[in-house]
């Protein structure tokens, strides 16, 4: 067995335990590449059954047009139970990504996670969490714990020895589980390649109508973006390493069509993947971490 | 190119360098993204006098580790050379974090361990070495850190060489290596040094490319604990898990473990593709020719030597905050399987230092022990040296959900036939002498309107006549107390009966004979029945067809459920599964219930 061999084996397992062991889980599903990945495992993992469990898609109604197409399509195509949760509370009071600043991650990602969960009483979610992507993440188990307000306590996390997995729940406690932790995003598009895994058409480099702002490229997907003075709106080649809100997305500039020009590209890149989403670097180092233990997934 | 993986741990005691040493590692072989780069260079000049690159903050993410300079958590980090792909588990040095280490010694197959060369090996090293060979690593190199503050002194590094030999003598270890090193100036980390010109070695980073780790790519044998059943219809029914050893072909025949029932492989799905064979390490779905008892924590096996039993000796390492005290219970999670468990018996205490086994009558936690493990029920296992997968667990505090401890079985405990899960000073044994008989649970089965209760009340009856202290459980007393929460779902139903059964065995353990008479319809809740009261089970089945039963319907229930009015009666919308293997068969139609009562007393030496 090779290296991605055995992290599928790896997060097969997990998956099946998760199952085996939890009342109601759910797999939550952002239509990036990881999400890709996640469905297809659980696809592999349970087969000839169907995913025992629905999915759910936390819709901040600023995502790319094309990935509430991709998403729709896949659900159809795979006949998987796919769940969308907006908060509406917070579009009411008119939260958006332009001038609503830190707030509009709390109350439209993280807090409406929080609510859908508590809506559908779900005890166990599954998460596409990489240990390689952010140096807190690369510090939590397997199986993280969440208490009734869905917050994250970094200092004592349950030891996770072997393949044993301790999943007993507390009332009122629920549990992300992060089946593909041990992957990298290298392993992530080799896999993807291998296994010929549908993904969303925006990872790949077309010419798309975009504004240059605060040294990143932001693609203009409606018009609910406003162009301030002094920026114009180009068409630029680019192609997105990770999927997000639009106007929080950065681009990067590609002339990468195909997934074999993808994984070369990502091969000999030099940034790691978060440079490009906004929200990492707001708030210093640390900033991952605040969130995670405010409940962001 | 597919590259083989390595998974590592660096420890030691706090610092000894050891995040220092990984930080150096990724950057000089320019194994860092250029912005993770910057941030560390930015990272380090806010709290660091002189503005050098502090390596460490590379892998310290959490901030209270950032506050506090130490590592709380382990770290994982990916990285891969032209030959090899690496996770390393960066672990806590800190005493009070122990666990945090076991959690990355039972992830890796190599660990390096730092030892500063000023100190030489110290308490923690020592405690180290113990927990990563009690996790089953066999692969070991010391970095002996920090020679550049001892000079690049030969002698120096021999002395502590002596040390290391010391302490892995009688060890059993495929790779024990001494490599003095500079985690701060970097040297022999990634190439040779010319600081030390008298060792001949590689650099750390050649020894962690090069070095073979044999994997258990046997073919022999076969064993998979199965995690979950597969079925998504009538036809179809699988079992899912992970092959532990060897490998399975279709056509194979394969035991179910605890029952030992046999049946023939007829599929072997590996993942969503049907394959002829399969082997260790693959996620499989596995079908049998024929329906045997298999259920989540059942083991499927060939070939292979697996203990079922009710004890064995383990050695530990506590985790909990609080003491392990004998007597107390937990949850015993071991393979797919968990189970009520307790600790009878402390053997002994190790000391981490010395080595020494202590007695002693409570652990503390990071202590080390070899205790007697006495589970609730028969469980399968078998010692760690020879099945990883089955010999290693955890123990759930059930008040707190707490992975209390880990531990890998030594070997199956066999000379103890009185000594049960529950360390009380009067046992079921001494009740039933005083009561003057031997207690056992009669579990009837079979449709409603079958006679299950006539027949159960009249043995009942007869049974009390004889001076017999019994208790019969039936809906009436069971449904409208005790259960009266459960609905007729086929969770609730399984829930019904498991509560049943534990009443029945407490009843038992009272030293009363007891009599249940439920549907009961499900094989698998049966099993279960029996799996909670054991020996003490035995399983009368009332066969009544289901047309007489019908007709009979006594309580008019049947035409309400074919009016539709009752949602899962069994017989009508629910099924009926017929035992295979009970005790005793009675049938209704031509024999009376004073009959009945006779042929069961006989068959079952009433």
């Not at chain 1, 059954?49 to 197409?69: D, Q, S």
């Not at chain 2, 050379?81 to 588990?89: N, Q, Y």
């Not at chain 2, 004890?311 to 004998?326: C, I, P, Q, S």
């Not at chain 2, 049943?500 to 249940?516: K, Q, Y």
Request: glycine content about 6%; aromatic content about 8%.
């Amino acid at each position: 067995m090779d290296h991605l061999d055995k992290l599928e084996a790896e997060a097969i397992y997990i998956l099946r335990e998760t199952v085996a062991e939890c009342e109601k889980p759910v797999m939550l599903y952002s239509i990036g590449k990881d999400s890709s990945v996640m469905l297809h495992l659980a696809l592999k993992a349970f087969y000839p059954e169907k995913p025992p469990f629905p999915f759910l898609h936390v819709n901040t109604t600023y995502k790319f047009k094309e990935m509430i197409e991709f998403r729709d399509r896949r659900a159809k195509e795979c006949g998987i139970e796919m769940l969308e949760y907006i908060n509406e509370e917070g579009l009411a009071r008119g939260v958006n990504p332009f001038t609503s600043g830190a707030a509009y991650t709390d109350v439209m990602k993280t807090e409406a996670l929080k609510k859908a969960l508590k809506l559908y009483g779900f005890t166990a979610a599954f998460g596409g969490g990489r240990r390689d992507e952010e140096k807190s993440r690369a510090k939590e188990r397997i199986c993280s714990f969440r208490d009734e307000n869905q917050t994250w306590n970094p200092k004592n996390q349950r030891p996770e020895l072997w393949k044993l997995f301790n999943m007993r729940l507390h009332q009122n406690e629920s549990i992300r589980v992060f089946p593909i932790s041990n992957w990298t995003e290298k392993d992530i598009w080799q896999y993807i390649k291998r296994e010929d895994i549908p993904i969303v058409s925006l990872y790949f480099a077309k010419e798309r109508p975009c504004v240059r702002r605060d040294g990143q490229i932001i693609m203009v997907d409606d018009d609910r973006m406003p162009i301030g003075d002094g920026e114009k709106v180009e068409n630029l080649k680019v192609r997105f390493r990770t999927l997000g809100c639009y106007p929080l997305t950065g681009g990067v500039e590609s002339d990468a069509e195909t997934l074999d020009e993808i994984v070369e590209e990502t091969l000999a890149s030099v940034d790691s993947e978060r440079t490009s989403r906004i929200i990492d670097t707001d708030g210093g180092s640390a900033s991952m971490e605040k969130r995670k233990r405010e409940g962001y997934f | 190119m597919a590259r083989e993986l390595l998974k590592f741990i660096t420890c030691g005691s706090v610092d000894d360098g050891k995040s220092t040493l990984i930080g150096h590692m990724l950057y000089d072989a320019k194994l860092l993204f250029t912005d993770q780069e910057q941030s560390l260079k930015l990272d380090s000049m806010v709290g660091s006098a002189d503005g050098d690159i502090d390596y460490s903050l590379l892998l310290d993410g959490l901030m209270a580790e950032r506050e506090q300079g130490i590592t709380i958590d382990v770290a994982y980090r990916y990285f891969s050379t032209e030959k090899r792909s690496f996770i390393v588990a960066d672990t806590p040095g800190h005493e009070e974090y122990t666990r945090n280490m076991a959690v990355g010694a039972s992830f890796a197959q190599l660990a390096i361990l730092l030892i500063d060369a000023t100190k030489g090996v110290v308490v923690q090293t020592k405690r180290h070495l113990r927990i990563c060979a009690l996790m089953g690593i066999r692969h070991y190199i010391f970095a002996v850190n920090k020679m550049d503050l001892v000079d690049y002194d030969e002698k120096r590094f021999l002395e502590i060489q002596e040390q290391i030999n010391a302490e892995i003598e009688g060890m059993d270890y495929d790779l024990a290596l001494a490599i003095p090193v500079s985690a701060t100036k970097g040297d022999n980390v990634n190439k040779a040094s010319d600081n030390t010109p008298w060792y001949k070695g590689d650099a750390l980073l050649a020894v962690l490319e090069d070095v073979k780790i044999d994997q258990n790519t046997s073919k022999d044998g076969f064993l998979m604990s199965v995690q979950r059943v597969c079925r998504p219809n009538r036809t179809f029914r699988g079992f899912e898990g992970e092959i532990a050893l060897g490998s399975v072909h279709v056509g194979d025949e394969v035991s179910s473990l605890p029952s030992g029932e046999k049946a023939k492989v007829s599929g072997i799905l590996m993942t969503d593709k049907e394959v002829q064979e399969a082997s260790a390490g693959n996620a499989v779905t596995v079908s049998l020719d024929r329906e045997i008892d298999v259920s989540r924590g059942c083991v499927l096996a060939k070939d292979t030597k697996v203990e079922i039993g009710r004890e064995f000796l383990a050695e530990m390492l506590w985790m909990d905050e609080g003491k392990l005290v004998r007597g107390r219970n937990y949850y015993l999670k071991l393979a797919t399987q968990t189970l009520p468990a307790v600790i009878s018996d402390i053997r002994y205490r190790i000391d981490v230092n010395s080595g020494e086994q202590l007695p002693a009558d409570e652990i503390e936690k990071n202590e080390l022990a070899v205790c007697e493990v006495s589970v609730g029920e028969k469980v399968l296992f078998a010692p760690f040296s020879k099945i990883k997968e089955m010999g290693s667990f955890i123990l759930i505090d059930r008040v707190t959900n707490a992975t209390a401890a880990c531990g890998v079985v030594l070997k199956a405990e066999r000379n103890k036939r009185n000594l049960s899960w529950q360390q009380v000073d009067i046992d079921r044994q001494m009740r039933e002498e005083s009561l003057g008989q031997k207690a056992r649970t009669i579990w009837f089965t079979g449709l409603s309107g079958s006679g299950k209760s006539a027949i159960g009340n009249a043995l009942e009856k007869r049974l009390h006549s004889m001076g017999m202290h019994t208790m019969l459980l039936d809906g009436d007393n069971v449904r409208m107390g005790l259960n009266r929460d459960l609905s007729f779902s086929e969770a609730d139903r399984a829930e019904n009966i498991r509560r049943i059964a534990e009443v029945a065995h407490l009843l038992n353990e009272a030293g009363i004979i007891v009599i249940t008479t439920f549907i009961s319809p499900l094989r698998v809740d049966r099993h279960n029945a029996q799996r909670i009261l054991g020996d003490s089970y035995s399983e009368v089945y009332v066969n009544t067809p289901l047309a007489v039963c019908e007709e009979r319907d006594v309580k008019g229930l049947y035409k309400r459920a074919r009016a539709g009015e009752i949602e899962f009666f069994t017989g009508i919308n629910s099924p009926y599964e017929v035992p295979k293997h009970a005790d005793v068969t009675v049938e209704t139609v031509s024999t009376g219930i004073e009959e009945n009562v006779d042929i069961i007393m006989e068959k079952l030496k009433l």
